[in-house]
Nanobody, 126 residues
Framework: QVQLVESGGGLVQAGGSLRLSCAAS????????MGWFRQAPGKEREFVAA????????SYADSVKGRFTISRDNAKNTVYLQMNSLKPEDTAVYYC???????????????????WGQGTQVTVSS
């Protein structure tokens, strides 16, 4: 399995921005489609965004579409989540995950992911 480490979380005011990073190691990064999920207190973990191995295909949850952007740099073994126009309801622990899939595929379901990071806290104040 690939090892994943998230960073970039923190406290931000509503309307602000944050960029999360997830660094991968241990396996060839380009073998994995990547995803971001989040879990708010008292709620189930939910899908946020996903990107294919090539980076050419992406998918977003409706709640973040138009505000969040997922991207990846295969040369740096890193996937990013740019979060703009943050809202208090975006407060959660954000996890990155990796899935071994064909080149163009995306995965949006948690059970399809093989490896998970430890999470990074994002708190948006009103």
């Amino acid at each position: 399995q690939v090892q994943l480490v998230e960073s970039g979380g923190g406290l931000v005011q509503a309307g602000g921005s944050l960029r999360l990073s997830c660094a991968a190691s241990g396996r060839p990064f380009s073998n994995y489609a990547m995803g971001w999920f989040r879990q708010a207190p008292g709620k189930e973990r939910e899908f946020v965004a996903a990107i294919s191995r090539s980076g050419r295909s992406t998918s977003y949850a409706d709640s973040v579409k138009g505000r969040f952007t997922i991207s990846r740099d295969n040369a740096k073994n890193t996937v990013y989540l740019q979060m703009n126009s943050l809202k208090p309801e975006d407060t959660a622990v954000y996890y990155c995950a990796a899935a071994q899939v064909p080149w163009t595929n995306i995965r949006t379901t948690q059970s399809e992911y093989d490896s998970w990071g430890q999470g990074t806290q994002v708190t948006v104040s009103s």
